[in-house]
């Protein structure tokens, strides 16, 4: 799994519930990390910030699709209205989590994910 939040504690919250959850989590703290860190270990999933520096979660998503991932991706956004996660999704995205988020609001993402698969 990879988790990518310019935000250190949400970054953090993320990798310690995927950690309980069982899976080993790599960690970026931008886009352009998340990118490459992507394209180097295809992680089953990726848990992508909308807003981070050098590269948004949505223009990592698109980038990946362009070049031939099938990465999963859910996004995290502050954003909670409905054209913002619509952009996402049509970016290639599966999912998003709306920010605040609870642990149970995350799991249930990342089992939807993995249920739909690669």
Known sequence: MLAADDDADILLLVRLRLERLGFDVLTAPDGVAALELVRARAPALAILDVSMPFLTGIEVTQTLRDEGSS???ILLT???RGADADVG???GAIGYVT?????EDLDHAVRKALAVGV
Do not use: G, Y
């Open 71 to 73: 990465v999963p991706v």
């Open 78 to 80: 502050a954003r909670a």
């Open 89 to 91: 999704i049509e970016a």
């Open 99 to 103: 920010k605040p988020f609870s642990t």
